[in-house]
């Protein structure tokens, strides 16, 4: 049995509902704008820097990374905001440790960049 709408009107749906997540994302965190005014400012200093194929890859899968794991962070800090609205222990360790994961993708990122950024100061 087949949902109402069909397959494609379904998939045309959830696109719609994503397209409406990222627009939340990007005109109201604080969090994802900072990211995403740092992904244009690196994506500038790429074409100062002349980077190859290669490098504007990783560049950018760097910077999704970042923006994937604070996008997935904001989620579910929202949701365990609105589960237990008051401050809770085990609540607060779990936007931690979301945050935590947050901060791995950042480290990546920074690793990637020196990678990138360091070899084209030192030649």
């Given at each position: 049995m087949q949902k109402k709408g069909g397959f494609f009107l379904n998939r045309i749906k959830a696109i719609k509902y994503a397209a409406k997540g990222f627009w939340i994302l990007i005109t109201s965190e604080h969090s994802i704008i900072a990211q995403v005014v740092i992904f244009?400012?690196?994506?500038?200093?790429?074409?100062?820097?002349?980077?190859?194929?290669?490098e504007w890859l990783f560049q950018i899968m760097a910077i999704g990374l970042i923006l994937v794991a604070e996008s997935l962070n904001t989620a579910i800090e929202k949701m365990a905001d609105f589960i237990h609205p008051e401050y809770?222990?085990?609540?607060?360790?779990i936007k931690d440790i979301s945050a935590g994961a947050t901060f791995f993708a950042a480290i990546i990122a920074i690793i990637i960049g020196l990678i990138i950024y360091v070899p084209k100061f030192i030649m």
């Open positions: 244009i400012m690196m994506t500038i200093f790429g074409f100062l820097m002349h980077l190859s194929a290669t809770h222990k085990q609540i607060g360790r």
